[in-house]
């Protein structure tokens, strides 16, 4: 089985960077969405260090011109689209810098999902499949939804109410699944990280962690 991907999302301080790299995280997540609790300012974003995981800006109502800005001021590697963003958007950002999200509750099956992800994946480098019908956060788990089949066109992610208790059962049971993304099952608050719950979870995705 191949090593999965693990993004942690909604990160504000530094020493929860810096743990996160530790651990072994690929991918760090700043959220760019002024309603979330986790929101930062692309200039606080851009002082803290990732210290080797690709950073990610999560981006909700944003088009094109201010997620463009908001790459280049937060140094930010790849634009995470959580907001239905059009093709023609993707395409001006660079595919290679796309996380597409999707939301597999509005689709009546299998089917209609892979179709839908057909259509993004030529603009898309990974998909997020996240809980819920819309934005992100929900803390909820995707269960009773249409999932894709190990032939999906793109790696993707698996997000929503991920713990370090329930993540390896939830990759384990999504055997075309690339890799995971967690956040609020890794706070002790919002936007505040516990340190011990990364290590865990690094720990039961990858069997061990070193410091």
């Not at 790696?155 to 609020?184: H, K």
Request: with cysteine.
């Amino acid at each position: 089985m191949n090593v999965p991907l693990v993004k942690i999302c909604g990160l504000r301080r530094q020493e929860d960077l810096d743990c996160a790299a530790a651990a072994g995280a690929d991918f760090c997540g700043f959220i760019f969405h002024p309603a979330s609790p986790r929101h930062i300012d692309p200039v606080a974003a851009a002082a803290l260090d990732s210290r080797g995981p690709r950073r990610v800006g999560v981006f909700v109502r944003q088009g094109v011109a201010e997620i463009q800005t908001i790459l280049r001021v937060a140094r930010l590697d790849m634009a995470q689209l959580h907001g239905d963003q059009s093709p023609d958007c993707a395409r001006a950002l660079g595919a290679a810098r796309i996380i597409r999200v999707l939301w597999p509750a509005r689709y009546p099956d299998q089917a209609a999902l892979e179709a839908d992800m057909a259509r993004h994946a030529p603009d898309a480098a990974l998909f997020l499949l996240d809980a819920g019908m819309a934005g992100g956060g929900s803390g909820r788990t995707l269960s009773g939804v249409p999932l894709p089949g190990p032939n999906a066109p793109r790696p993707w992610l698996l997000a929503g109410g991920l713990t370090p208790d329930n993540v390896s059962r939830a990759l384990a049971a999504c055997p075309g699944c690339g890799g995971v993304d967690m956040n609020s099952g890794l706070e002790s608050a919002p936007g505040c990280k516990d340190h011990q719950k990364i290590r865990a979870a690094l720990t039961a995705l990858r069997g061990q962690y070193h410091e």
